[in-house]
């Protein structure tokens, strides 16, 4: 019986860990402009080329132009 409790908390500690970190990356995507970049587009062009693609959407540009 407190072995089934113990999973019944276990469980639920971690839905709610897992909400709370969804919830932590959706204010900071608000706050923070967030892109993407292929590694090797990175690599071969450098991180400050047009080779970000901003999450929002839009055209690529440089990472400080995200």
């Known amino acids: 019986m407190a072995h089934q409790v113990l999973a019944?908390?276990?469980q639920?500690?971690?839905a709610t860990t897992s909400q709370l970190r969804r919830m932590l990356r959706a204010e900071l995507a608000?706050?923070?402009r967030l892109g993407?970049?292929?590694l090797e587009d990175l690599e071969q062009h450098g991180p400050a080329q047009i080779?970000?693609?901003p999450l929002v959407g839009?055209?690529?540009r440089p990472w400080t132009d995200l």
């Open 8 to 10: 019944g908390l276990t």
């Open 12 to 14: 639920h500690r971690i």
């Open 30 to 32: 608000q706050e923070v």
């Open 36 to 38: 993407a970049a292929v």
């Open 51 to 53: 080779v970000w693609m």
């Open 58 to 60: 839009g055209t690529p």
